[in-house]
């Protein structure tokens, strides 16, 4: 059988007429979230959990509609894919987000003002050198629409299963290098770009934090999209963060976004404190000169940035091939701590659980940013 993504069901959930608008139920924007997929790895089937907007609960066409949607999933994915639809109501709105992963310690988010400053790299490199520190690490890729941690870690092909524990379907993060990693890049076409809505991938989000089998873990590392978006947004209102890490390179340009970037956790509603920055691309020094430093970005920008906004700066990496390479290859440097580049990812995660330490001793926990209707 086919894999199965959440774009395959979404497109057969587009072939089925609601009477109610004479819409399809996609257009008639009755899909409460993106459907997750799972594989059961022991019966070897695939299986769907389809949540559907009805405006109340005696709609008169909601038996037909259920049916029909079902019947349109098991024609277009498969007659053997397992289909379990849930149904919400305008009329009674779900409830608000209590507190999600209880087992977690802390939760880091690593963002950037701007794409381009290899915060995915310095994400993943984090998280494997905090496992290699002895910690328990978990690593969320949220970047929906541009997801880059599966061929980081070299996964690509792999495909979460679920397994039952409490009473509920959970999806089991991959492991790897020490490491619980999920993204929707598990989930998605690697060829196929992601047309979704805003709604449809917070949705997806949301489903990756809460309904995933993370277990325990001392550190969730959250890989954030660039900029400062509706997907951070999600985030602050699902998960207590503990604090905030913030990747630039020394250019000017980076830095001016990496300023929006901090007053984005800094803002009174957020107050989500920012443990420091990492000055990522800092410098070139070529193999055959060692000793030589070449500041092709500027120089010591995110230093300067630092100082003026009273942030540490946990981390100054270098621009190294071999970054990009292992990263390419699915190896990310940080597993090598006798280089240079991996002795400097190894020294991030030392200077983050200072900071991390630190920051639990001195400040109250972090509080979900209230929904606002």
């Given at each position: ?31 409460a ?7 059961d ?49 305008k ?11 209880p ?10 003002g ?48 679920a ?5 509920r379907?959970?999806i ?13 890049g ?18 997806a ?15 969730l ?55 420091g ?8 020094t070529p193999?055959?000169?060692p ?10 920008g995110c ?22 390479d ?12 006798e ?35």
């Amino acid at each position: 059988m086919d894999a199965l993504y959440p774009q395959k069901i979404i497109d057969s959930l587009a072939t089925v007429m609601y009477a109610g608008t004479k819409k399809n139920l996609v257009e008639s924007e009755m899909l409460a979230d993106t459907p997750t997929v799972a594989f059961d790895r022991e019966q070897g089937f695939w299986s769907t959990k389809i949540v559907l907007l009805f405006p109340r609960d005696t709609d008169p066409f909601l038996k037909s509609t259920l049916k029909a949607a079902e019947a349109a999933v098991k024609y277009h994915c498969g007659k053997d894919v397992k289909v379990e639809i849930e149904t919400e109501f305008k009329s009674s709105p779900r409830p608000t987000v209590e507190k999600l992963l209880p087992e977690v310690e802390n939760i880091i988010a690593v963002s950037s003002g701007k794409g381009g400053v290899g915060k995915s790299t310095v994400s993943a490199n984090l998280a494997i050198a905090l496992a290699r520190l002895g910690y328990r690490v978990g690593l969320l890729d949220c970047d929906i629409f541009g997801p880059s941690m599966p061929k980081m870690f070299g996964v690509e092909d792999a495909r979460p299963y679920a397994v039952k524990k409490d009473g509920r379907d959970l999806i089991v993060p991959i492991e790897k290098y020490g490491v619980k990693l999920l993204s929707i890049g598990f989930f998605v076409s690697p060829q196929t770009a992601t047309l979704w809505r805003g709604g449809m991938a917070t949705g997806a989000l949301k489903q990756l934090i809460a309904d995933a089998d993370w277990g325990a873990l001392d550190y969730l590392i959250l890989d954030t999209p660039p900029g400062t978006s509706d997907i951070h947004l999600t985030l602050l209102q699902t998960l207590a963060i503990t604090g905030a890490i913030i990747v630039s390179t020394p250019q000017q340009v980076a830095l001016a976004d990496a300023r929006k970037g901090i007053d984005m956790y800094r803002n009174d509603k957020v107050d989500v404190p920012i443990l420091g920055l990492v000055e990522n691309m800092a410098w070139f020094t070529p193999a055959e000169l060692p000793e030589n430093r070449y500041f092709i970005f500027g120089r010591e920008g995110c230093k300067q940035l630092a100082e003026e906004m009273k942030v540490p700066l946990l981390a100054q990496i270098p621009i190294v091939q071999s970054i990009c390479d292992n990263g390419d290859n699915g190896t990310p440097t940080a597993l090598d701590a006798e280089t240079a580049s991996g002795q400097a990812f190894l020294s991030l995660a030392q200077s983050v659980v200072t900071v991390v330490r630190r920051r639990n001793a001195t400040q109250p926990k972090t509080k979900i940013v209230a929904t606002h209707q």
